[in-house]
């Protein structure tokens, strides 16, 4: 039996046709914007007005259900393959630049789709941006990752993944936030079932050097080196500035050290706008 099959009904059924007739209006990487938290935002808005108690309560429920299955999943995969210097997944995902200086989520949602048109074989060409944008419902306010979620599944049938839709998520309603992002990203990427997107807050990466940006990323890679304790991820940033635009492998980090992980958390902590679609 399809793992998915049961929350994959109620996601079609219910919370994706919500989302699909929402008018999400968030995020972005735009420096025509204050970019100082003390202002009330940091070149995006922070909440995802699309979300009713209802619609919030649905994706939670999904989420649950798709995060009990990567933990079992995993769990037997170690359990079977005894892996003793670390581990290391990775997907192949295209690097895109960002159109225009909202348009990130698109941008990021077309290198999502690139990993699922190459593991496919699909001979139909990517959507472009601007379609992307429509999809999702962005603005010159941004993106929402409810939006993002609702925009890539609108294209499962046509790039295979049917079976394993988007989910937008929070990482601060659960009891172990760092543990709970990881077991999502590296699930994902192991199973190569998802290329997942993530909302960053950027002064919180190494490589962003202090700049301070609300900003979509693609995430393509985790590595754990056992005997160093190391662990990263290989984003996909798709920025229009070449400076911060590219593929690289950054530190996961924690609550309290800069690297991915504190980036989407303490987005996901500043607003409503949800953390990560997967």
């Known amino acids: 039996m399809n793992p998915y099959k049961k929350w994959t009904k109620l996601l079609t059924v219910s919370a994706l046709f919500t989302v699909l007739f929402a008018s999400p209006t968030i995020s972005l ?7 100082d938290e003390t202002e009330g935002h940091t070149g995006a808005m922070l909440n995802d007005p699309s979300l009713t108690p209802s619609l919030d309560a649905e994706l939670e429920a999904l989420a649950k259900e798709k995060d009990q299955w990567l933990e079992e999943t995993l769990k037997e995969d170690m359990r079977i393959n005894t892996v003793t210097e670390g581990e290391f997944y990775t997907i192949s995902v295209s690097n895109y630049k960002q159109e225009n200086g909202y348009y990130c989520g698109p941008a990021s949602a077309r290198q999502t789709l690139s990993f699922h048109k190459s593991k496919s074989g699909s001979s139909t060409s990517l959507p472009s941006q601007s379609t992307l944008a429509s999809k999702i ?4 306010s941004g993106s ?9 599944n609108s294209y499962k049938s046509t790039f295979g993944f049917s079976s394993n839709p988007y989910v937008a998520a929070d990482i601060t309603n659960v009891s172990s936030p760092k543990s709970t992002f990881e077991t999502r990203v590296k699930g994902v990427i192991k199973n190569k079932t998802n290329a997942p997107i993530v909302l960053m807050q950027t002064k919180h990466l190494e490589r962003y050097d202090g700049k301070n940006i609300r900003h979509y990323n693609t995430i393509s890679g ?3 080196e056992y005997s160093s304790g190391k662990k990263r991820m290989r984003t996909v940033d798709p920025h229009y500035d070449a400076k911060y635009r590219g593929i690289q492998w950054d530190p996961i980090g924690s609550t309290s050290s800069r690297g991915v992980f504190r980036a989407v958390y303490e987005a996901d902590k500043a607003g409503s706008n949800k953390a990560m679609a997967y």
């Open 144 to 152: 929402t990752t409810s939006g993002i979620a609702s925009g890539l």
């Open 137 to 140: 419902g962005t603005t010159s």
């Open 29 to 35: 990487a735009n420096d025509g914007e204050a970019n």
């Open 222 to 224: 985790y590595s754990y």
